[in-house]
C-alpha cells in the first residue's frame, strides 16, 4: 500500500508562481511512474505531468513551459513548479503513482488563480 500526501496549493493571482509536492509512503519499492493530474468543476480529470523513475517526463499541452516536473527517488517525492499561473489552471491537483499495476492516488489540493 502505498500513500501520497499533497502540499503547496493555495490561491495566488494569474501570472503568479505556486509549487505542489507530493510525498509517498508506505510501501514505496518499484514505484515507476508518479504523476500530477488535475480536475477542474464539472470536467474529467486530465494529466497535467508525470515522471518516470528514471527521469523521462511527460507534460500535457497546457503545461508545457510553464510547469516542471522533478522527482526525488531518495525522498520519494515528487513535485511540480508552476509558474505563469492562468485562471483556467483552477481545479484540484492529485498526486498519482503507479506500482506493480496498481494507480495510488493522494487526497488532492486545491489550486484556484485569481484573474
Known amino acids: 500500500q502505498v500513500r501520497l500526501v499533497e502540499s503547496g496549493g493555495g490561491l495566488v493571482q494569474a501570472g503568479e508562481s505556486l509549487r505542489l509536492s507530493c510525498a509517498a509512503s508506505g510501501s514505496i519499492s518499484n514505484i515507476r511512474y508518479m504523476g500530477w493530474y488535475r480536475q477542474a468543476p464539472g470536467k474529467q480529470r486530465e494529466l497535467v505531468a508525470a515522471?518516470?523513475?528514471?527521469?523521462?517526463?511527460t507534460y500535457e499541452h497546457f503545461a508545457k513551459g510553464r510547469f516542471t516536473i522533478s522527482r526525488d527517488n531518495a525522498k520519494n517525492t515528487v513535485d511540480v513548479q508552476m509558474n505563469s499561473l492562468r485562471p483556467e489552471d483552477t481545479a484540484v491537483y492529485y498526486c498519482k503513482a503507479a506500482q506493480m499495476g496498481i494507480d495510488y492516488w493522494g487526497q488532492g489540493t486545491q489550486v484556484t488563480v485569481s484573474s
Open positions: 515522471i518516470t523513475s528514471g527521469g523521462v517526463t
